[in-house]
T-cell receptor, first 114, second 113 residues
């Protein structure tokens, strides 16, 4: 089991460019989440999905879009990157089965927007 | 929504001493409280969790206590070792609506030799 994987690991963008971050999990989890981590602010939820074909807004959704076309993948898109989106992005997944609540995290993507 | 406060933001202890990190939450309906450890350059990893119907849970050198009345919970690490050095996050979960976790701002723990 690879668990939760994220690509790419690092990326540098110029203001206004677009990109997509990919999250994949091989644990057959129903729930998937995208967080951003900034110094002194912990992890903040951007968007999440409770199943294939569904997405919902989290705490800080502005400037991001997501899609969950397949159960194992959750994509995070930045249509027009801004310096304020410089951050480390983490994806997580969670099983719905049996009320087991642990979220499993990927290794992160470090994004810099110049 | 839920709000989680975590203290201290940095903590330095001598190897072998104990470390305590404290968190408070705002929504009395929160019912699950995990603690995550994040090593440099890696994603957070669950180290211990507690549900609202339990007051204390222990796993070897780590323990978590929960006071529902006061809405606070704490992580206790005994006999600290250099490999315990990391950032620790507490979180609180409200069931329903995606079972979203709200995280504290993290504690940088440094265990000195």
């Amino acid at each position: 089991n690879a668990g939760v994987t994220q690509t790419p690991k690092f990326r540098v963008l110029k203001t206004g460019q677009s990109m997509t971050l990919l999250c994949a999990q091989d644990m057959n989890h129903e729930y998937m989440y995208w967080y951003r981590q900034d110094p002194g602010m912990g992890l903040r939820l951007i968007h999440y999905s409770v199943g294939e074909g569904t997405t919902a807004k989290g705490e800080v959704p502005d400037g991001y879009n997501v899609s969950r076309l397949k159960k194992q993948n959750f994509l995070l898109g930045l249509e027009s990157a801004a310096p304020s989106q410089t951050s480390v992005y983490f994806c997580a997944s969670r099983s719905l089965a049996g009320g087991y609540n642990e979220q499993f995290f990927g290794p992160g993507t470090r994004l810099t927007v110049l | 929504g839920e709000n989680v406060e975590q203290h201290p933001s940095t903590l330095s202890v001598q190897e072998g001493d104990s470390a305590v990190i404290k968190c408070t939450y705002s929504d009395s309906a929160s019912n699950y409280f995990p603690w995550y450890k994040q090593e440099l350059g890696k994603g957070p990893q669950l180290i211990i969790d507690i549900r609202s119907n339990v007051g204390e849970k222990k796993d070897q050198r780590i323990a978590v206590t929960l006071n529902k009345t006061a809405k606070h919970f704490s992580l206790h690490i005994t006999e600290t070792q250099p490999e315990d050095s990391a950032v620790y996050f507490c979180a609180a979960l409200l069931t329903g609506g995606g079972n979203k976790l709200t995280f504290g701002t993290g504690t940088q723990l440094k265990v000195e030799l």
